[in-house]
């Protein structure tokens, strides 16, 4: 139990850090983004380009230091 939320607590103090150094834009569009919404959507309900989304979520794998989004949205679901 103590291990188990020690465990959470680090995941969560670790995915903090990934994500300070976003942009508040950054943020809007990984929101949308690990709700599922499609970046076609994203780009529309934003007022951007397709292209403009595609790369606010290159730069956010790239700032979170993971491989893909799924495996962002798994780190959140760690941090609880």
Do not use: C, F
């Amino acid at each position: 139990e103590h291990e188990s939320r020690l465990q959470k607590r680090n995941a969560r103090e670790d995915l903090e850090k990934r994500l300070a150094g976003l942009t508040p834009r950054e943020r809007d569009v990984l929101g949308m983004l690990m709700e599922g919404v499609a970046t076609k959507i994203v780009a529309r309900e934003l007022n951007l380009s397709h292209r403009t989304v595609e790369g606010y979520r290159a730069r956010i794998l790239e700032k979170t230091q993971v491989g893909s989004l799924t495996e962002l949205v798994n780190l959140h679901r760690l941090a609880g």
